[in-house]
């Protein structure tokens, strides 16, 4: 028996079968997938997740697709590091990351593309595509090899040179769209509409690809010896992970997985650049999409975020906030992250760890509090941004009197 009743609008509740759909026919309102929740519940348990797979489909029973034909290329399942380093330095008694930087192509976006190639071949799409700010078209890049399916993504020109390397590799159509994230989505949209058996995985297929996201609110509380946490903090761009994130710790204490998971607070972080979701949280206002975006978190430059509206309403309700970050203080926070617990990450993570800081500093975040805190991208993607932030080392001879010197120097620096 499948646990997929089909999909649902978000607004009006008019109910679909299964498909390559994600806008209600009633309404226009946004499709969720819907569950047999007592079917997830009778198979579905802890003990079946532990012998399962190290990624994500440990947790198969949560996700939409029947069998197991997955497209898996070895996503999740990452640590959840205890960081005692930065958490001392910010003033936090139990700070935690948990690091998606180490997915295959390098951030969170496998996960959510995992899932939704996945179903798309389920489905009898007979191509994928997505529009992307870079880290998504990588992901479904790699998936559509795997897979052996003709892939089509488009970005804006401006994104930066790593990322363009990266998903060119894995030899996907690249459609390169002068403007900005909003203008290759609105392409990539009339492209989706004209060709309806092509699965673009973060619109026409959208529902089943955010449930990836989940994913991480599973390993989190798995990790935790299925505990809730107090407090998540995550990074806003399209509000779609900080959704997924919600629904997740909500349906594990649904099935009995964990208490509490309706209680945790939820905090976003976005770039002031582009902040159209925590500027609406910041003056309780709604969520205006903006034109003219200047941020050097390139991912997170969504001027209009398609869950924006969910995701302020997640956090307010939930009793946590949205911080704003400078580039500067973006920048600072990628090297504050690397320097106290090792992990290099990119402008996105960056900005999550800056907003943390900000969070903690205002008081919207409790010293006692459990904090996790989600990084999604490796810094190895945005070395062109990041490089600014630092200085070449100076060169020395090859004898031990210079080094000697050099290492006086770096003393009278350090202290």
């Not at 617990?341 to 996105?348: K, Q, R």
């Not at 205002?362 to 805190?373: A, K, L, Y």
Request: with cysteine; proline share 5%; charged share 20%.
């Amino acid at each position: 028996m499948s646990k997929v009743i089909g999909l649902k609008c978000r607004e009006c509740g008019a109910e679909y079968e299964a498909g390559i759909q994600n806008t209600c026919y009633e309404c226009f309102g946004p499709l969720e997938v819907h569950y047999d929740w007592d079917e997830v519940q009778d198979t579905a348990s802890k003990e079946k997740i532990a012998r399962g797979p190290p990624s994500i489909w440990r947790y198969a029973d949560l996700l939409p697709i029947d069998g197991t034909n997955y497209v898996d290329l070895g996503a999740g399942y990452n640590k959840l590091h205890h960081a005692k380093n930065l958490g001392k330095e910010l003033g936090l008694k139990e700070l935690y990351i948990l690091d998606d930087s180490v997915n295959p192509t390098n951030s969170f976006k496998d996960r959510v593309t995992s899932v939704a190639v996945s179903k798309a071949l389920e489905l009898g799409a007979t191509a994928i595509g997505c529009a992307s700010t870079g880290n998504l078209a990588s992901a479904v890049g790699a998936h559509a090899a795997k897979a052996g399916i003709p892939a089509y993504v488009f970005i804006p020109s401006s994104i930066e040179t790593g990322k363009i390397t990266q998903m060119l590799t894995y030899d996907p159509n690249v459609i390169a769209v002068d403007g900005t994230y909003d203008d290759a989505n609105r392409l990539a949209s009339e492209v989706a509409d004209q060709n309806p058996d092509w699965a673009f995985v973060n619109i026409n297929v959208r529902p089943y690809y955010t449930e990836g996201s989940r994913t991480l609110a599973f390993e989190t509380a798995e990790q935790l010896g299925w505990r809730a946490p107090d407090h998540i903090v995550a990074p806003l761009g399209s509000g779609a992970l900080l959704c997924a994130l919600t629904r997740g710790y909500r349906e594990l204490e649904k099935i009995g997985f964990i208490d509490g998971g309706s209680n945790i607070r939820i905090s976003g972080s976005q770039p002031s650049g582009c902040s159209p979701i925590s500027t609406a949280v910041q003056n309780d206002t709604e969520v205006i999409p903006i034109r003219e975006l200047d941020t050097i978190a390139h991912s997170l430059a969504i001027g209009n975020p398609a869950d924006g509206y969910y995701a302020k309403q997640a956090i307010q309700t939930s009793g946590g906030y949205a911080a704003s970050v400078t580039n500067e203080e973006i920048l600072e926070a990628i090297r504050l992250l690397a320097s106290t617990e090792g992990i290099f990450t990119e402008p996105a993570g960056g900005t999550t760890v800056a907003g943390l800081k900000k969070l903690v500093e205002s008081g919207h975040i409790d010293p006692d509090e459990r904090t996790v805190v989600y990084v999604t991208g490796n810094g190895l993607k945005a070395q062109d941004t990041i490089a600014g932030a630092v200085e070449r080392p100076e060169s020395i001879k090859s004898s031990y009197s210079e080094f000697t010197k050099k290492l006086n120097n770096i003393t009278k620096t350090n202290n």
